[in-house]
């Protein structure tokens, strides 16, 4: 469903280096999650945040944080990137239908 | 452990059925989804379920049974279009609104 904003859509990164992808929700929703999706691993839960506070997380090292800011805007950081990190990362807006944005396609070479 | 079961491929010709399972063993449950999605895009919602029995929408239709742990998606009059993955999940907690399990997905292949 339209709404679900993500930037940006294609990233190159060094291995090393760190990166920040951006979600912005559909208009009034106050949580987002957000994926990892590769070919061996699928689609995998990394964190959930709710008026700005992170309210799950999955099993990911700590390489891998969040945050929301008070828009629900959400931002997600990868630092000390490897090239296992290299996926489809997709936010989420939660409720009964979970829609997805069009996701960030990170490339760590 | 936490276990989302489903075939991996199937196969089905332009017109038909396909019928795909999923089983499910978590710790909790307050909803399963199913999503379809193309290869190279982001999964698309198709539909939700949280009480058993059968939700219809269009050529897409979802069941569920809570006591036996399973789900299955049913597409009918197949279209071309129609050939992608698709992938079951589940919330195991109410206060969890959006954290998801994702089964491997299964890819279904329409041919003419």
């Known amino acids: 469903k339209a709404g679900v904003t993500q930037t940006p859509r294609y990233l190159i990164k060094t291995r090393g280096q760190q990166v920040t992808l951006s979600c912005s929700p559909i208009s009034g929703h106050r949580s987002v999650s957000w994926y990892q999706q590769t070919p061996g691993q699928g689609l995998q839960f990394l964190f959930e945040?709710?008026?700005?506070?992170?309210?799950n997380k999955g099993n990911f090292p700590g390489r891998f944080s969040g945050r929301q800011f008070s828009n629900s805007r959400s931002e997600m950081n990868v630092s000390t990137l490897e090239l296992g990190d290299s996926a489809l990362y997709l936010c989420?807006?939660?409720?009964?239908?979970?829609?997805f944005g069009q996701g960030t396609r990170l490339t760590v070479v | 452990g936490q276990n989302i079961d489903q075939p991996t491929e199937m196969t089905a010709t332009e017109g038909a059925i396909v019928q795909i399972n999923c089983t499910y063993q978590t710790s909790g449950f307050n909803g399963l989804f199913w999503y379809q999605q193309h290869a190279g895009e982001a999964p698309t919602f198709l539909s939700y379920?949280?009480?058993?029995g059968l939700e219809e929408k269009g050529r897409f239709s979802s069941f569920l049974s809570r006591s036996k742990g399973y789900s299955y998606l049913l597409l009918k009059e197949l279209q071309m279009k129609d050939s992608a993955s698709y992938l079951c999940a589940v919330r195991d907690r109410a206060d969890s609104w959006g954290k998801l399990q994702f089964g491997a997905g299964t890819q279904v292949v329409v041919t003419p």
């Open positions: 989420a807006c939660a409720g009964n239908e979970a829609f």
């Open positions: 945040y709710f008026s700005e506070t992170q309210r």
């Open positions: 379920n949280v009480l058993d």
